[in-house]
């Protein structure tokens, strides 16, 4: 098992593979277990994981920072430069799509190219407050969400997501912007996926990814037609051949 040091915890990750670095940035209340099914379709790269602090195999958190996506940015880069790795081709799914891009936003002389999937996009929902505390007092009552959190979180999963859920509800509040700086001055090409049918991000989302596509210097999205979340999961051979086609694209 392998460690590096950020703010005097240990943030674990884990390299598989040659080729190509290829990040994979997983989403809140989950780990870099959700990943692992998917590998072998990304077997041309030297793929990286990582558990985020507060998850996984990773440190605990007392308390998750109410920026977290920005705090997981900086963890990304630490690890990036604990291996001393540049050009790194980020991907990140759901909450792990802010941390994507916002990476590349603290370190451009790093970052290769950015897939962002399944987001909300440059806003969270008006009433995101009280949507994030609704899903989630469901999702720890249900079966197979519980199953799911205690197979990428651990043992503590009730606590870890409870957490997560505080801290996001405490950013949704705040009104705080969600990137470091304009989209319009992202240096990375920035490749945008999701489902036409996924209920855990904004419904007008093919809308939005256009606007965002408007802004960035090189942006291009895609919408795929089996329903779920993330779509990488879901859709995962279909998104797995669109984000090759983009890193070869700008390779």
């Not at 390299?15 to 190509?20: L, M, V």
């Not at 609704?134 to 999963?157: K, N, Q, V």
């Not at 855990?200 to 809308?207: A, F, K, Q, S, V």
């Amino acid at each position: 098992m392998c460690f590096f040091s950020y703010n005097g915890k240990n943030v674990f990750y884990e390299t598989i593979g040659e080729g190509k670095p290829l990040v994979f940035l997983h989403g809140n209340t989950s780990s870099s277990k959700l990943f692992k099914p998917m590998l072998p379709l990304y077997k041309d790269y030297q793929v990286i994981l990582i558990d985020f602090l507060g998850y996984g195999q990773s440190d605990r958190l007392e308390k998750f920072p109410t920026e977290l996506w920005k705090d997981e940015a900086r963890q990304t880069i630490a690890l990036l430069e604990h291996l001393d790795i540049t050009e790194a081709n980020l991907v990140g799914t759901s909450g792990g799509a802010w941390v994507a891009i916002n990476a590349a936003f603290l370190r451009p002389d790093l970052i290769a190219t950015v897939t962002a999937d399944s987001f909300h996009g440059r806003t969270l929902p008006d009433d995101y407050d009280e949507e994030i505390l609704a899903e989630r007092s469901l999702t720890m009552e249900d079966p197979e969400f519980s199953e799911f959190y205690h197979w990428c979180i651990g043992d503590d999963w009730k606590d870890v997501v409870k957490r997560d859920t505080d801290s996001m509800w405490r950013l949704s509040i705040s009104r705080r912007e969600l990137f470091f700086d304009s989209l319009q001055i992202l240096q990375a090409p920035l490749l945008l996926t999701a489902t036409k049918k996924d209920d855990t991000i904004r419904p007008n989302i093919e809308r939005e990814y256009q606007a965002i596509v408007g802004e960035v210097i090189h942006g291009h999205f895609k919408i795929f037609d089996k329903p779920g979340h993330p779509a990488i999961e879901s859709s995962s051979e279909e998104v797995a051949e669109t984000i090759n086609q983009f890193i070869y694209q700008y390779s």
